[in-house]
Each structure stands twice: as C-alpha cells, then as structure tokens.
C-alpha cells in the first residue's frame, strides 16, 4: 500500500463520515458544514486522480462560492426568525427502501462491470495551461460575463439581506 493509497482512503472516509453528518444532522448549519467537508474531500479525491481542474472548480465554485451563500443565507434566515433551524424526517421508511434499492443497483452495477487496468504510456500534459490559456482568449467574453452575473447576484443578495433596503422604503 502506497502513500497515494492511504491519502485516498483518508479522503474516502472523511467524505463518507461528512456525508453521515449531512443525513443524521438536524441542525442545517452543521448540516452545510458537513458538505463543505465532504465538497474538500471529493476536490482531494480528483486531485489524487490528477484532475487538476476539476479539483480546483470543485474547491473555488462548489465549496468557496455556492457553499459560502448557503451558510450565509443560513445564518441571515436564523438571524432573522430568532429560532434555530431544525428539520424532522417524516419520510423514513420510504427513504431507506429507496437508499436500500439504491444501493443494490450500483453494487450490481460495480460487481458486473470489467475495469481495465490504466495504461502508464498517456499523454500527461499540463491540462491547466490548455484550459488557462483557452479561458483569456478564446472564451474571455462569456467568463468576465459570469464573473460579472456572479457579482450581480452577490450585492443583490447583500441588500436583500441588510437593513439598506428597509431605510430606503422608509
């Protein structure tokens, strides 16, 4: 067993023990900090299979932007109503058959499906340099465009949640 193997065991098991978190967790906020884990370990899992790119989307979009906004419209939600939130699962029984099916079908799936070994002649250039390079000059418009909208969408969120607005409507 290699050193790779015991980091991606370690990634394995902290995202399976935040995933546990998310689903038995019935405080939200902690809820949300177990995908914030679970986000990091999936993006050190693609790291270790040498997807770079994907590792840092996964670490900068999914875990730096949409999961800050979560935790952000959390605690401004908790603020706001004075209580904490709580959910209840009324529907347990139908969500363990279906996990259960679930689960069989891609045991099925995994068990019945040939890997073939990889092969150590690929080609492994630098895919960040490629995507890089492609992002500030073939696809730079709709890029500053996105980063823009993403802007957009932050300061509207920021007056909706601040007492500006309520000063402004008197």
């Given at each position: 067993?290699?050193?790779e193997?015991?980091?991606?065991?370690?990634?394995i098991?902290?995202s399976?023990?935040?995933?546990l978190?998310?689903i038995l967790?019935?405080?939200?906020?902690?809820?949300?900090?177990?995908?914030?884990v679970?986000?990091?370990?999936?993006?050190?899992?693609?790291?270790?299979l040498?997807?770079e790119?994907?590792?840092?989307?996964?670490l900068?979009?999914?875990a730096g932007?949409?999961?800050v906004?979560?935790i952000?419209?959390i605690?401004?939600?908790n603020r706001i109503s004075?209580?904490s939130?709580?959910?209840d699962?009324?529907?347990?029984?139908?969500?363990?058959v279906f996990s259960?099916?679930f689960?069989?079908v891609?045991?099925?799936?995994?068990?019945?499906?040939?890997l073939?070994a990889v092969?150590k002649n690929l080609?492994t250039?630098?895919?960040m340099?490629?995507?890089?390079k492609e992002?500030?000059?073939t696809?730079?418009?709709?890029f500053?465009?996105?980063?823009?909208?993403l802007?957009v969408?932050?300061?509207?969120a920021a007056?909706?949640?601040?007492?500006?607005?309520?000063n402004?409507?008197?």
């Open positions: 067993m290699t050193i193997d015991i980091i991606l065991y370690l990634f098991g902290s399976v023990a935040a995933v978190v998310m967790n019935r405080n939200i906020f902690y809820a949300a900090l177990g995908l914030l679970c986000l990091i370990s999936l993006s050190g899992i693609y790291a270790l040498q997807a790119f994907l590792a840092v989307t996964q900068l979009i999914y932007g949409v999961l906004l979560i952000f419209g605690m401004l939600t004075g209580k939130l709580q959910t699962s009324h529907n347990s029984f139908m969500g363990i259960s099916v689960f069989g891609i045991s099925y799936s995994f068990f019945n499906t040939e073939s092969d080609n250039v630098n895919h340099t490629t995507v890089g992002l500030m000059s696809y730079v418009a709709p500053e465009v996105s980063g823009v909208l802007l969408c932050l300061i509207g007056l909706t949640a601040s007492s500006f607005k309520k402004l409507n008197g």
